[in-house]
């Protein structure tokens, strides 16, 4: 499976908007996901692995799509 199969909705927020991964000194997350509008979801500052992080962002970018109607 690709990253674009498992991962769809990260692929779309990454062609219209941006997604941080890493840690940052002023940040307690290591998923940042931001829109043209500012910052959309945050993750945990810890996962127990980076397929836990990616997993939890893919559903938080669907959940935030469903609510706004994309």
């Not at 940040?27 to 810890?46: A, N, Q």
């Amino acid at each position: 499976m690709t990253f674009d199969e498992q991962y769809p909705n990260i692929v779309w927020m990454m062609e219209n908007g941006r997604v941080e991964i890493g840690r940052e000194p002023y940040s307690d997350s290591f998923i940042r996901v931001i829109d043209e509008g500012g910052l959309v979801w945050e993750s945990d500052k810890t996962y127990k692995t980076i397929a836990d992080a990616l997993a939890d962002a893919e559903a938080a970018i669907g959940r935030w799509a469903d609510e706004i109607g994309l």
